[in-house]
């Protein structure tokens, strides 16, 4: 065989062989740094799932800088230091190949996640311990995933109990302050008998989920799932399954859902798509009869069709992050490509534009009345200011610059004051106090120097404001909310949000619902 033969026959294999190792190493390099937070299996847990599916409206460049540099506002950490960019370039081929198998996570796998540790009905009615059952707050502690349940008045931890791995958003109460709802990034729904102190049932409904909802009434919960795309309504009692709803647009785009809240007055789950221009309005208002002419929109799977019917709202913009009105009839939503503006739930329309750059984030926004008008603060995530605009012109009030981007802003009816974090950048210690009606910064904390601070949430009469140090060695700073000293400080690990049952089933208008 001449050498140019030879090369022939085994330049193929070479190649083949070079592949094959490529992608070998890339599957050894995701294991070391990725798949602590992002699944042995690329499904997600503490990070999103890293497949094309989930990937699509990232490109593969700012996949990336993503790797190299981490991701603002998220627990992505940059890699570039540790990394050399051929092995950066080898982990984005990597996460966007498709899996040999598509996950499948139907109702089957779904029905088998589900763990019922205490029979609804079968625990004691009456309060294992003696509070305020109107002034509790749930604090989870993102260090060691864990949860504290603490009583409101002397700010004495009632219990600590373990949770699923990276809780996210807020563990939402349902009406009658018994029991709450905790949602695991990697989809485990968990529900907590407050009376009792003890987890009743869980149910992993999806592979990698946004958020939950409860309903007004207490009986639906929904879980927004970006993986599958799904929306996941589960009997509150003991999260069985009721439907299973494919996030699946009108024009057929299947579509992760950017998340969902309950909107109270319409009886209904506001959802939107992150992957389809469409803004979902899903009524958990009792079947209609059978026997009327109203024809529900047919979805979900199994037999029951009747049950959540989906009226859909076409947008302009696909909405990443958005937040209901206090009066829930509007929504303001923004995307991450650029633009906010506020949608009618009646008029079913766009009706504002709103001057709002960088990335507000409006899940975070809350409202006051400011003299005879209703003014929006939103923090803002890539920008180091707050912003305030008038709800009835919808036109930008008052810009307040802040010594960095911040994440989450709260306050209280009783209080004169907002208050909003300085999450990102090297000033992410402080905590600016805001006044209401001046929309002047009247004081910057500084809790514990060094260390984030971030979150706060009022007891349920507004007269004092708990702070998150977010350390492993952390802490609840309890401060009194008008004279702004500190009162307390409860050790804590890496305590994230905090919700008081009051506030929360109340809809303060200080707080997220
Ligand atoms: Fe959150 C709430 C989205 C990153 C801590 N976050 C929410 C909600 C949404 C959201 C849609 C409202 C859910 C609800 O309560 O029903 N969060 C996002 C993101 O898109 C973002 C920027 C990227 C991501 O990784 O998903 C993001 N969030 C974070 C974090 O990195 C934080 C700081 C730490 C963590 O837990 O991962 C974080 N998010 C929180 C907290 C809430 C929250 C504590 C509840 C706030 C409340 O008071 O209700």
Not at 45 to 62: I, S, T, Y
Not at 146 to 155: I, R, Y
Request: a positive charge; glycine letters at 8%.
């Amino acid at each position: 065989m001449n050498n140019i033969m030879k090369f022939l026959t085994i330049f193929p294999l070479l190649f083949c062989f070079t592949l094959a190792t490529a992608a070998d190493n890339a599957a050894t390099l995701y294991q070391q740094h990725c798949a602590s937070c992002h699944g042995k299996n690329r499904l997600g847990g503490q990070g999103p799932a890293l497949l094309p599916q989930n990937l699509h409206r990232l490109k593969k460049k700012q996949a990336l800088g993503v790797i190299s540099q981490g991701r603002p506002a998220t627990q992505m950490q940059g890699f570039g230091d540790k990394l050399n960019p051929q092995q950066i370039q080898a982990l984005v081929d990597y996460i966007y190949t498709p899996l040999p198998h598509m996950p499948v996570w139907d109702r089957a796998t779904i029905d088998a996640s589900h763990i019922i540790y205490h029979k609804d009905g079968s625990l004691p009615d009456q309060p294992k311990f003696k509070a305020d059952l109107d002034n509790l707050f749930v604090v989870v502690e993102l260090g060691d995933h864990h949860f504290t349940l603490l009583d409101g008045d002397n700010f004495q931890p009632i219990g600590r109990f373990p949770t699923r791995f990276a809780v996210h958003g807020g563990p939402k109460w349902a009406r009658g302050g018994r029991y709450v709802y905790f949602l695991s990034r990697d989809g485990w729904v968990s529900k907590f008998d407050v009376y009792n102190l003890t987890w009743v049932a869980e149910i992993r409904a999806g592979i990698n989920a946004r958020n939950l909802a409860v309903s007004d009434d207490g009986k639906v919960v929904m879980v927004a799932n970006y993986l599958p795309h799904t929306l996941v309504a589960l009997d509150a009692r003991d999260l069985s399954p009721l439907k299973i709803i494919p996030a699946v647009a009108g024009d057929g785009t299947s579509s992760r859902v950017s998340a969902v809240y309950t909107d109270d007055p319409r009886h209904s789950f506001i959802a939107a798509l992150k992957d389809a221009p469409e803004l979902w309005q899903i009524s958990y208002a009792s079947p209609p009869d059978p026997h009327s002419q109203d024809k529900p929109e047919k979805s979900g799977s199994g037999t029951n069709n009747l049950r959540f019917p989906i009226q859909r709202i076409p947008l302009d913009r696909i909405l990443d992050d958005f937040f209901l009105t206090q009066d829930y009839a509007r929504v303001v939503g923004s995307s991450r490509s650029g633009g906010t503006a506020v949608y009618d739930l009646d008029l079913k329309r766009k009706i504002a534009e709103l001057d709002l750059p960088g990335m507000p984030h409006l899940s975070s926004a809350i409202t006051w009345q400011r003299g005879d008008t209703r003014v929006l603060a939103t923090p803002n995530i890539r920008k180091p200011e707050v912003t305030v605009v008038d709800m009835k012109t919808w036109k930008v009030i008052k810009r307040i610059p802040t010594r960095g981007p911040g994440f989450f802003m709260r306050s209280h009816e009783n209080s004169p004051y907002a208050w909003t974090d300085v999450f990102f950048g090297p000033n992410r210690d402080l905590m600016h106090v805001i006044d209401k009606q001046s929309l002047e910064i009247v004081k910057t904390l500084k809790p514990a120097p060094g260390k984030t601070s971030a979150h706060v949430e009022f007891t349920r009469d507004g007269k004092y404001a708990l702070v998150s140090i977010w350390d492993m060695d952390g802490a609840i700073v309890v401060y009194d909310a008008t004279t702004l000293k500190e009162v307390k400080r409860i050790p804590m690990k890496k305590p994230s949000g905090k919700y008081n049952v009051h506030n929360k089933l109340g809809r303060s208008e200080g707080t997220s619902h």
